[in-house]
Each structure stands twice: as structure tokens, then as C-alpha cells.
């Protein structure tokens, strides 16, 4: 039997946060991950260039049931003292568009970085080990019994930072939710975000010859809305306009009629234009003139489904507006996403009324602890998932 002050089940972003910081104040840390590597997921993240974080972090870019939750943890560790951490290891990075921060050379300097601080502070990180069970102890001050396949420990506080579901090649699973749901804690619904979208049989049949094109584009849904590139794939919808909005995209809401609202090249007016170009080029056939603006296969195909196939000066305005809003004014519904097999990340999970926003411990159970991504808190994509790891980790970190 070993014993420690803190065990911390999951060696990725918000689990090495904690410990760290739980280190630095001098507990006894425990870390046990069923990967056979720590940090897979930031890894792989951007791309391998691992976005780790963003200039503009704030509530807006988080979704959760409570859009309050996150604000503490996020204003005590903030996009700065995660960069003064990075300064301090002389990890060369860069900003990209949206405030985006990125590594200049590879996703591993920010997992070297955590694994050396968690040396520092005497951090123990076991891998390969799958936990069997964990049960309520109470020898003297040890709270948890958790049983693995490597050993058996007890320990004072437990933190889960097993993060979500998405991607399970990279050590996913779902033991977070479920022990949550062992101890009475409420779960929300979890579905895939930044996940691409698909198209129905009918769509696909019509679409797929779309194929390779991105283009700018605001998509609307509900009441949020995201402008960037659009990709058009073989499957569905993606590039990152679509990865932001499919995380608030719920197939129940598109099966009773709710539509993604997409807008091709929102900064242009096309109506108006259409309009002007009448004046100018009255027999050229109204394709021609849509492919100046918009991409030639991308033209093609909608003129064939909408049947546009005229000289432009033969639509009145009123048609000259329909043939716009073919381009602008998109009503798509989706069939459903790709799923957790490419999603980012993961929407919903433990509750956040069940958990201290000031400590992420939870409410019924004294000494438990949820934090990243397996709490009910999904940022936007732009390194905002990561700073709700460093600071949901930091928060559990001081109180552990
Ligand atoms: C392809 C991809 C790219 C991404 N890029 C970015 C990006 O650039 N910027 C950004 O902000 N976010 C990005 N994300 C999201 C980001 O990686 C996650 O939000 C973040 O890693 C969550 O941290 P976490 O510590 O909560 O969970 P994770 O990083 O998922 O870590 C969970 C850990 O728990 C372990 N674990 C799981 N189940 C068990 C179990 N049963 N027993 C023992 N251990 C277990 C796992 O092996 C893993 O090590 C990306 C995600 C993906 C999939």
C-alpha cells in the first residue's frame, strides 16, 4: 500500500498542472495515467505546434451550463502566467490570427516543460497503470482507496483530470463520468465539439462534388455566430468557422427544423453587386459573373441545383436576391457530426454545480476533485481548451 497526500488520475495539461502546483506546497503527489506517455492529447494539439493558450480568454469563449463557472479559476491563472512559465523554459512561440499562441517548434516543449516542474517539485508520475477501483477509506486521514493494476494506494485528496471522450487513440475514456456518476454527481449530456460536420445522403449526393474548396463564410446558429474559412469535404462541412459552431450544433435541434445559416464571403454584398453588374454586363450569363467572386466548381454546382443558368439581365431584382441568398443567406442541415473520433474536444461532462469554482472540489464529497476537460466547461477553438486545463489544474492545485 502506498500513501500520498494528493493522487491525480490523468498526466496531461490539467493534471500536470496540478500537481505541480500541489508540489510546490509541498504534498506528496501521486500521478497515474493508463498511457503508456504523458500528454498525449497536447501532442498532437495544433497541429503539433500545441496552441496552449490565447491573449483574449474570457467567459465568452467557453461554453457550460453555468457560463460563470469558469471565471474564477480562469482570473487566478491567467494567458500570462502560463507564458511566464514558458519564458521561463525559453520556449520560443508565436502569436497566429484571433490572439492564438503557439509554439514555434513542436508541441513536446510544453510536455518537457510540465514533466521537468514536476520533477521539480517532486511529483511521482506512474503510466501504463489502469485503475481498477477507487472506494472510500477511512484510515487516519486518507479519504480514497484506489486500486490499480500496479498497486494499491490511499491518498487524502483525489483529483480527476481524465479529460473527455474525443479521440480515444490518444488514451480517451470515459472513467471521469463514470465516477462521477459512482459518487451521485450530476452529469450533463456529452456530445463531440470542434468536430466536423456531416451531410445527409440527400446533401452528400449534391455537395460532395465540393470537394477541397474553403473559402470565408459566417455561419449563424442559435444565437451565436463564428466567421473564418469554411472547407467543403467529401463527408460534410468542416474548416475552423464550422469546428467553432458545431460545438453548439445539436442534431435534435436540426431534426425539428433547425438550420445552420451560412454565409459565403460575408464581407462582400452580392445582392448589390449583382445589382451593379446588371447595369454593366447584361448578357453575360449570371454564372460568369458569379465565378469572379466566388470559386468556379462552387458556382457550378450551386447554379445547377438552383437551376440559374441566364444572361443577368434577365432576373429582375426580387430573382437577382434569391440567386444572393443561394451564396449568403445558406439554410444547411447538417446529418450529424464525425463524432469523438476526430472531435476536439468534448461538450458537457461533471456538472459545475456539483463543484467549488474557487477549488473544483466537489460539493458532496470532501477531499474529490474534477478538473479540465472532463467538467462540464468546452472552449472555442484558439488554445482557450488548454487554458481551462492550466486553470481549472492551478485552482484544484492550492486546495489539494
Ligand atoms: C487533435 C486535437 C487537437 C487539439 N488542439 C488543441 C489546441 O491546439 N489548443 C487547445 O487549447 N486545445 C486543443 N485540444 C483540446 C485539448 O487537447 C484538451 O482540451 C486538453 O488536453 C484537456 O486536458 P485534460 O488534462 O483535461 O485532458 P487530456 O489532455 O485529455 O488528458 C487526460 C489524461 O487522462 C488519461 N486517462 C483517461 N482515462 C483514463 C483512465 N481510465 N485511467 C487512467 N488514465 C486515464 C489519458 O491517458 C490522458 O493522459 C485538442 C484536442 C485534440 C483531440
Known amino acids: 500500500m502506498i500513501h500520498c497526500d494528493v493522487l491525480i488520475i490523468g498526466a496531461s495539461a490539467s493534471g500536470l498542472m496540478c500537481a505541480i502546483e500541489a508540489g510546490k506546497r509541498g504534498r506528496s503527489v501521486l500521478v497515474l495515467d493508463h498511457a503508456v506517455k504523458a500528454g498525449k492529447k497536447i501532442r498532437i494539439s495544433g497541429g503539433g505546434r500545441c496552441n496552449f493558450t490565447n491573449y483574449d480568454v474570457n467567459a465568452s469563449h467557453y461554453l457550460s451550463e453555468n457560463k460563470h463557472f469558469c471565471k474564477s479559476a480562469l482570473s487566478r491563472y491567467q494567458y500570462y502566467d502560463f507564458l511566464s512559465l514558458v519564458a521561463e523554459y525559453d520556449i520560443p512561440w508565436h ?9 514555434d517548434r513542436s508541441a513536446n516543449d510544453i510536455i518537457q516543460m ?10 511521482k508520475i506512474q503510466l501504463d497503470t ?3 477501483s477507487i472506494k472510500n477509506s477511512n484510515v487516519g486521514p486518507f479519504k480514497f482507496n484506489i486500486i490499480s493494476s500496479r498497486g494499491q494506494y490511499q491518498c487524502q485528496s483525489l483529483v480527476i483530470a481524465t479529460g473527455g471522450l474525443s479521440v480515444t487513440k490518444m488514451g480517451a475514456s470515459d472513467f471521469g463520468l463514470r465516477l462521477a456518476k459512482q459518487y451521485g454527481l450530476k452529469v450533463i449530456p456529452t456530445r463531440p465539439g470542434l468536430v466536423p460536420l456531416s451531410y445527409s445522403t440527400k446533401d452528400s449526393n449534391k455537395f460532395k462534388q465540393l470537394s477541397g474548396i474553403a473559402l470565408e463564410a459566417e455561419i449563424k446558429y442559435d444565437e451565436q455566430s463564428f466567421k473564418e474559412n469554411i472547407l467543403f469535404t467529401h463527408k460534410g462541412i468542416s474548416g475552423p468557422v464550422v469546428l467553432q459552431i458545431s460545438s453548439y450544433w445539436q442534431v435534435e435541434k436540426s431534426r425539428m427544423g433547425q438550420s445552420l445559416k451560412i454565409k459565403l464571403l460575408p464581407d462582400f454584398e452580392l445582392h448589390e453587386w449583382l445589382l451593379e453588374q446588371q447595369a454593366r ?3 453575360v450569363l449570371i454564372k460568369n459573373l458569379l465565378a469572379r467572386k466566388f470559386p468556379r466548381r462552387l458556382v457550378n454546382c450551386l447554379c445547377q441545383i438552383h437551376s440559374i443558368d441566364k444572361p443577368v439581365n434577365q432576373y429582375d431584382s ?8 443561394n451564396f449568403q443567406d445558406w439554410h444547411f442541415w447538417p446529418d450529424g457530426t464525425e463524432g469523438y473520433r476526430v472531435a476536439e474536444v468534448t461538450v458537457g461532462g461533471v456538472d459545475t454545480n456539483e463543484l467549488s469554482s474557487k477549488t473544483m472540489q466537489t460539493k458532496k464529497v470532501e477531499g474529490l476533485f474534477f478538473i479540465g476537460e472532463v467538467v462540464d466547461v468546452t472552449g472555442h477553438l484558439g488554445g482557450y481548451n488548454f487554458q481551462w486545463a492550466w486553470s481549472s489544474g492551478y485552482a484544484a492545485g492550492q486546495y489539494v
Do not use: S
Open 318 to 325: 426580387k430573382e437577382l436576391k434569391l440567386i444572393a441568398d
Open 281 to 283: 454586363h447584361e448578357k
Open 130 to 132: 489502469k485503475i481498477n
Open 95 to 103: 502569436e497566429r490570427e484571433h490572439g492564438q499562441l503557439f509554439c
Open 114 to 123: 510540465l514533466l521537468k516542474e514536476c520533477q521539480k517539485y517532486l511529483v
